[in-house]
């Protein structure tokens, strides 16, 4: 017998399947019924008590704690040795910057992306390689997953109920990756953020969907970082928030020979980044408001919608210094292919959060 919901058991698995369906624990697609025994090998698999608190929304009063936590991670097919990265994935989640409930709420639509440094991606098999974010790997998928079910059956983020996303994307289903260590250009960025190469982290982000970056024929590298600038500026996604640039390890070896340092990347592409306040209002990204430039990092947004002289003379930039561009590398060896994920909102956004991952 099944036990799968409350006093509920059923003997055929596809019942038990369709009345996880019937209860709304799904995000559309088959789960896997979570059954005492699996959980509890799930549980074992992290370093938590079953009742420690992994995820708080002190907005809404709600909270995740291991046990449920392994409820999702079993329905989402994840194997106990993927536990740790969940659960430290889940705790990053809670810092009061990452302002979990308007990410999980808002009409912009933003996926948790979650990236993952250090040993343990070879440890788990985090794949970093060809076809990066797309399916066929099951760490990836089902750490991913499990994360938008905790959101979903935890915190409530229903879409039409808590969530508003106005289309939202499939990263919503599962977004999560390894960084290609080896390729990076510099130290991975785990390090980059103060941590020891020898420790394992996840680096969250409330991201809006990927933009394909491609460039198979520049031989210098301001001309290759021109046409990642050139996109983070597009109107489409430009606001003063942050970005994530994941380099293909063919744009990566050519920024390695370059000798460019990853401070003088995030530095060109912060400069490069940019458009005229007079072209910004011209495309209608400003809104009417009472901010004024210096007295806020997202003065531009909040002004007058009017081009005035001397509005052609003022640059807009994506973020609000190069600190804001983080860099990672990961994808196929052959392929000039990157990606440029910009953070979730129309304004400043919220930051990324790396997390120790503790493995038993």
């Known amino acids: 017998m099944i036990p799968v919901h409350g006093d509920q058991q059923v003997d055929d698995p596809w019942e038990a399947i369709e009345a996880c369906y019937t209860a709304g624990w799904t995000d559309g697609l088959p789960v896997v019924p979570p059954t005492e025994p699996l959980v509890a090998a799930m549980l074992a698999g992290g370093v938590w008590a079953a009742d420690e608190v992994l995820l708080d929304d002190p907005w809404r009063g709600m909270a995740v704690t291991a046990r449920k936590a392994a409820v999702n ?32 709420a808002s009409t912009g639509g ?32 089902t750490i991913g997953r499990t994360v938008r079910l905790v959101l979903r059956n935890c915190l409530a983020a229903i879409p039409g109920a808590l969530d508003k996303s106005t289309q939202g994307w499939p990263g919503k289903y599962a977004v999560c990756f390894a960084e290609d260590e080896a390729t990076c250009p510099w130290e991975p960025f785990h390090v980059s953020r103060g941590y020891e190469p020898s420790q394992s982290t996840v680096t969250i982000m409330a991201a809006e969907s990927g933009h394909n970056i491609v460039n198979h024929a520049s031989s210098e590298v ?12 597009a109107f489409g996604s430009l606001s003063s928030g942050r ?26 592409l912060f400069e490069h980044s940019a458009r005229s306040f007079a072209d910004v209002k011209r495309g209608g990204k400003v809104e009417p408001g009472g901010f004024v430039e210096g007295f806020d990092p997202v003065w ?30 990961g994808g196929g060896d052959a392929g000039g292919h990157s990606a440029f994920f910009p953070t979730w909102s129309r304004d400043r956004s919220v930051p990324l959060v790396t997390q120790e991952i503790i493995i038993p």
């Open 73 to 104: 991670a079993v329905m989402a097919g994840c194997l106990p040795e993927y536990f740790p990265v969940v659960g430290a994935a889940l705790q990053a989640m809670s810092a009061p910057e990452f302002a979990l409930h308007a990410v999980a």
């Open 243 to 268: 970005s994530l640039i994941v380099f293909a390890p063919e744009h990566a070896r050519k920024i390695s020979a370059s000798g460019w340092s990853r401070s003088q990347v995030q530095g060109y």
């Open 300 to 329: 531009w947004m909040r002004s007058d919608p009017t081009v005035h002289p001397g509005d052609e003379d003022i640059l807009v930039r994506r973020g609000t210094g190069p600190d804001d561009i983080a860099l990672m590398v």
């Open 222 to 233: 301001s001309e290759l970082l021109g046409t990642f600038a050139d996109a983070m500026a």
């Open 110 to 141: 933003a996926a948790v992306l979650v990236a993952v440094n250090g040993p343990i991606r070879e440890g788990i098999g985090i794949h970093y390689k060809e076809n990066l974010f797309g399916p066929g790997f099951r760490p990836n998928a």
